[in-house]
């Protein structure tokens, strides 16, 4: 099996499951406690949480606030809807679906355009009672970065708050710019289950899951320190590996466009993350495709929207065709793919789709 859909979530690093291991019940049987417990079990659980908020927070810009949540999804939905009521909320048309149909749901959304190559400039109006402008950093369909730094200083003139999804851009390039930032831990090889929202100091959100006023009143219900500590392992590595997975992934994409030379890519060949290629071949089967190459894992779009039988909101947006859309497949790679297992999928990819004429 060959794994290459690190845009849907990347396997768990060593590092990050030993970390979680001391705080399911650890080697003595004292890692189980409530981190909002007083006794002794409850403060070294507590400890473990603030330890992990420390490295989690090192890979954000200074000035800020961690809070934790159960997932990216949940830390936007507290940025967009705990932000502020009223206004409009501009997002790219790009945007995942946590931001785009939270903003819909709200009744306030403004869809902010991209050019073909898959980037939202600040060349364009946003409403006048704009309250909240989203712009995710690095796009994870196509891999596209967004100049995110243009976008804050364009939320700034318009008195507006600037929130960016950051799950595919925290622990790969530095994340900056932004009055709040949303993460996942999963897809920097934490766990499954855990995310975070920074928030830049002086922003006030109003708590939007009520029930206990943990996490400094902004996110009710039991933190689960195993979690959180992978979490934390898993930032400190990918901060200490930056450069070197970023060296690796460079390396693997120059041969991947070697290996699939005569796909076209979908998105900005420059401005972009090198571990996320979008491609399409005019005509092909993608159902097909995936169906003869199962010993190959990799996407034909967001894993959140697989099930759902449309062409890609992504690509429809850069100007793809329904047909173009469903032509595309998405490949990831990163920290634990291998030159050699890139090959071999290429060459399984290619043949499977050379056997059906495209």
Same mark, same amino acid.
């Given at each position: 099996m060959i794994y290459l859909d690190y845009q849907a979530t990347t396997p768990l690093a060593p590092e990050a499951r030993d970390a979680m291991l001391r705080w399911l019940d650890g080697p003595d049987g004292t890692g189980f406690g409530n981190p909002h417990s007083p006794h002794k079990f409850g403060r070294m659980a507590a400890a473990a949480v603030e330890a992990a908020r420390d490295k989690v927070a090192a890979l954000f810009p200074p000035g800020g606030r961690v809070i934790f949540t159960g997932s990216a999804t949940e830390a936007l939905n507290l940025?967009?809807?705990?932000?502020?009521?009223?206004g409009s909320v501009s997002v790219s048309a790009i945007e995942h679906a946590a931001v785009l149909d939270t903003a819909e749901a709200l009744g306030t959304a403004h869809?902010?355009?991209?050019?073909k190559e898959g980037q939202c400039n600040t060349a364009q109006d946003v409403p006048n009672d704009v309250r909240l402008i989203a712009v995710m950093q690095v796009n994870n369909e196509i891999g596209t970065i967004q100049p995110t730094i243009d976008w804050h200083r364009k939320a700034k003139a318009n008195n507006a708050l600037f929130l960016i999804d950051a799950v595919q851009a925290y622990g790969k390039i530095e994340v900056t710019g932004a009055d709040m930032i949303a993460v996942s831990a999963h897809k920097l090889h934490g766990p499954k289950g855990v995310g975070a929202l920074w928030v830049r100091d002086g922003i006030a959100l109003e708590e939007q899951i009520t029930g206990g006023g943990q996490e400094a009143g902004l996110r009710s219900g039991t933190l689960s320190p195993a979690l959180i500590a992978g979490f934390g392992a898993a930032a400190a590595l990918a901060k200490e590996r930056m450069e070197a997975d970023a060296a690796h992934v460079? !390396?693997?994409c120059g041969r991947a466009r070697e290996l699939f030379a005569d796909w076209t890519l979908n998105g900005s060949e420059d401005a972009r993350w090198h571990g996320n290629l979008n491609l399409r071949k005019d005509g092909l089967d993608v159902n097909r495709l995936m169906s003869e190459c199962r010993n190959v894992m990799f996407s034909a779009g967001s894993a959140c929207a697989s099930g759902s039988g449309r062409p890609s909101h992504v690509l429809k947006a850069?100007?793809?065709?329904?047909?173009q859309a469903k032509s595309s497949i998405r490949l990831g790679f990163g920290r634990y793919t291998t030159l050699e297992q890139l090959?071999?999928? !290429?060459?399984i990819i290619n043949a499977a789709a050379g056997d059906q004429g495209v």
């Amino acid at each position: 099996m060959i794994y290459l859909d690190y845009q849907a979530t990347t396997p768990l690093a060593p590092e990050a499951r030993d970390a979680m291991l001391r705080w399911l019940d650890g080697p003595d049987g004292t890692g189980f406690g409530n981190p909002h417990s007083p006794h002794k079990f409850g403060r070294m659980a507590a400890a473990a949480v603030e330890a992990a908020r420390d490295k989690v927070a090192a890979l954000f810009p200074p000035g800020g606030r961690v809070i934790f949540t159960g997932s990216a999804t949940e830390a936007l939905n507290l940025a967009i809807r705990g932000s502020g009521k009223g206004g409009s909320v501009s997002v790219s048309a790009i945007e995942h679906a946590a931001v785009l149909d939270t903003a819909e749901a709200l009744g306030t959304a403004h869809i902010l355009n991209v050019s073909k190559e898959g980037q939202c400039n600040t060349a364009q109006d946003v409403p006048n009672d704009v309250r909240l402008i989203a712009v995710m950093q690095v796009n994870n369909e196509i891999g596209t970065i967004q100049p995110t730094i243009d976008w804050h200083r364009k939320a700034k003139a318009n008195n507006a708050l600037f929130l960016i999804d950051a799950v595919q851009a925290y622990g790969k390039i530095e994340v900056t710019g932004a009055d709040m930032i949303a993460v996942s831990a999963h897809k920097l090889h934490g766990p499954k289950g855990v995310g975070a929202l920074w928030v830049r100091d002086g922003i006030a959100l109003e708590e939007q899951i009520t029930g206990g006023g943990q996490e400094a009143g902004l996110r009710s219900g039991t933190l689960s320190p195993a979690l959180i500590a992978g979490f934390g392992a898993a930032a400190a590595l990918a901060k200490e590996r930056m450069e070197a997975d970023a060296a690796h992934v460079e !390396a693997l994409c120059g041969r991947a466009r070697e290996l699939f030379a005569d796909w076209t890519l979908n998105g900005s060949e420059d401005a972009r993350w090198h571990g996320n290629l979008n491609l399409r071949k005019d005509g092909l089967d993608v159902n097909r495709l995936m169906s003869e190459c199962r010993n190959v894992m990799f996407s034909a779009g967001s894993a959140c929207a697989s099930g759902s039988g449309r062409p890609s909101h992504v690509l429809k947006a850069i100007g793809l065709s329904d047909k173009q859309a469903k032509s595309s497949i998405r490949l990831g790679f990163g920290r634990y793919t291998t030159l050699e297992q890139l090959e071999v999928a !290429a060459q399984i990819i290619n043949a499977a789709a050379g056997d059906q004429g495209v």
